[in-house]
């Protein structure tokens, strides 16, 4: 057994709206049976077992089911995540081969976790298999450490969930705590319990304890009287001149490194000032504060939540060494080795060794029964303490004195730590002091306390980085289809341009923020949707949505505001990624439609069945366009009240019902060629759709078509139209079938004498496609310029070229074809054989690239610097194109 092929699809996907790992899982079923099955079971953990097995016994086994083993494997996957505290569910199975392959998909929370489950279950399947011993238990262990380092943390979590609830984006900018809430313009950011708004100048000035004391001071705020120490001389001088008991710590820091408190002795206070100057090389010596260690959390402004730390201790059982207690102890599955769980494991380190030698006790001591040993003099929860909420006992004063320390420090989101007896009561009273404020404070101890209620402090946070109702999004509009979406992205785009929105743009031509190109090549997949929505400057994104990053990768969002599927078509990408028919193309293209939010709309074209049937996916409004307002499908859903975008008497016209408004007349519309065009009509008709859906005012809906242009700056290499010595030559990107139907409709609309083409087919298409491709050129155009591109995409040379001339055999029609070598050539040749009348039509691929030479071209002739070079191409193509059919 062995996995192929393997995806992970980071966004919504074919199988599911949520994260998932596809593979294609090779196995020969006849050699799974009843004794591999329950060799599997014997090799499986409790834990995975308990995962994977219903509770009334084992799933019913299936003899000679290729598909049972298949699904089988996909919940044992999802069981071991599971069993490394990575709660997932969705497991999907398809049949690719009878017997021998399967396309499959898990549920991932963490990517590295998924990946090596899905190893994991290849190895126990082929340890069955091979009945050979498979030792599970420390592949788990080793799996949970994994899920625990590469997971957010509970702080920055409790942020991310509260963030989703509110229907905030989230997206984890690096491997730890830097997370982005929300898209493009309306973005914000934490690190941890940070935001963007907490000042470096703040959280410098919190590490920095005697300058935090000193600020407190000055504005009233009760804090314990110290100063600095020098050497472990000052520093006991220090105390005996404050009074013992004292505080020794370093003068920055957090987290309680180096803090020691309670120090009575001269020895202490000098092994203290060691620790301390060890992790600053700055001490502070200050006096103790009497009573309970308090944290007090504040989020903008206000007390969030408040707790007791106690520091870590074992009860004695009269029968178990320190040692073998804090071993127990450390087994609570609420401890872990950093701060991803909601408590930390005990240490017996020097420090809290040297706490044991002050009580007279060693690691090997056995504590009497009820005996509390205590193990570090600080209450911080990264050195093991626990915690007890204590939100509603804190008195208003004692809530109001941690605000202003807040305040004073100038940070929005602070730890304020408190000693004081008690906290119902003001701290004058008590005597008590705020001893630190902290920045990026933890939020565990609030979170998940040792007792008492959890606070959702991640809400907190949230609210107060975001106003009422406020979900940080921005516009997206998402297009795909098979022909059609670069036109009909680029034309929305310019609608929202001209409105005033700063538009974030990709397509296949490449990345776009405000009408600056910011990256090349095809851009149409999910890697460079998360580019756009991430800039800083983008308040709408335009995303063309191809087939093969939805296929790779998913989706790059999680909702758009509009969807547009411009059309389904055969002939293209078919026999590719698991795609075979043109109702398996419409299931990818469907994906966008699925994620429409409740208050977005799908804009779906009323004259393709496949588009039609996906607008009960649609969760928000559904808006039809076609060019025939006597559509059946638009008729009954304008019946029903439904929206449509429609042509009549030569207009534009947006549909609500029975109402009708007018936005353009066709004939002033420069996309269209005079209305001419049918196939760039469609695409005016989906982008006015998505335009007014996201409330562009009818004036704004109108300037943009009447200024939107195929000119090669605006679209290129889509339909852009040029004249050259009395010819019309027409660059469009078309490569498959319907484009070409499309294409061949509005040349005849055109004025011409002769049809000229110069064409390729992508050798990753299926062979009939590409001799359905060649039959519809050859019957339409007089003369053709075929060649091979140098990647022929794991073809053989010359293959292209023997399959297209099957085609134009099929045409049944005279024309005349010639070979060139490579683009350029063949467009070259076929430019300087153009005679008065001609209509020469070029597939440009290497959009750019031909572009510019066909615009050289064009300049040297026109500038009649020799005319010689012209002739010579002519005569050089003939010479290397020869004529291959007549």
Known sequence: MKTESLRVLRGPNLWSDDTVIEAVLSFESDRLDAKVFE??????????AQHLFEEDGVPSYQPGSGLFWARLFTELVAAVQCAADSAVSATFAREVRVGQEYRIAVQYREEEVGKRALELGVELLNAALADRPFDLAPQIVELRKLNEGVRLGPSTGAIVRAAEARGIPARRLTDGSLVALGFGARQRRIWA???DRTSAIAESIAQDKELTKSLLSAVGVPVPEGRHAATADDAWAAAQAIGVPVVVKPRKGNQGKGVSVRLSTEAAVRAAFEIAVANDGEVIVERHVEGADFRLLVIGGRLAAAARREPPQITGDGVSSIRALVAIENQDPRRGDDHSTSLSKIRLDAIGLEILTEQGLTPESVPTRGQVVTLRRNANLSTGGMAADVTDEVHPDVARRAVEAAEMIGLDIAGIDVVATRV???LERTRGAIV????????????????????????????????RGDDARIPIVAI??????????????????????????????????????????????????????SHPRVDAAVLETARGGMLREGLGFDWCDVAIVTNVAEGDHLGMGGIHTVEDLARVKEIPVRRVSKHGAAVLNADDALVVGMAELCLGTVIFFSRNPDSPVLAAHRRQGGKAVTVRDGHIVLASGRDERRVARLDQLPLTHGGRIGFQVDNLLASVAAGYWLGLSMDALRNGVETFTS???????????????????????????SALIALSEAIEKMPHRRRKVVYTAAGDRRDEDIIRQAQIIGGFFDEIYIYEDQCTRGRADGEIIRLMCQGFARAQRPRRILQAKGELAAIGGAIAALEPGDLLLCQVDQI?????????LFQQSEARQVASPFAQFAAAAVAVLGIMGG
């Open 436 to 467: 630190e404020v902290n920045a990026a404070p933890g939020l565990r101890m609030h979170l998940e306390p040792s007792s008492g209620k959890g606070r959702a402090v991640g809400v907190n946070i949230i609210e107060s980085m975001f106003g």
């Open 711 to 737: 000119d090669l700056g605006t679209t290129p290499g889509r339909f852009n139209v040029l004249t050259h010595r009395d010819s019309t030559v027409i660059l469009d990107y078309g490569h498959n079938s």
């Open 193 to 195: 319990a940070e935001t």
């Open 39 to 48: 060799r599997l079971q014997h090799r499986l953990t409790a834990e995975v």
């Open 424 to 426: 119902d009561q003001p």
């Open 848 to 856: 750019d690239l031909a572009l510019e030479f066909v615009t050289g």
């Open 480 to 533: 795909t289809g098979t022909n059609g979406k670069t036109t009909t992205t680029r034309c929305v785009a310019h609608l929202l341009q001209k409105s005033g929105k700063r538009v974030g743009m990709t397509c296949t031509d490449g990345i776009y923020v405000e009408g600056r190109r910011i990256d090349t090549g095809d851009c149409s997949g999910p890697k460079s949707a998360r580019v756009v929505l």
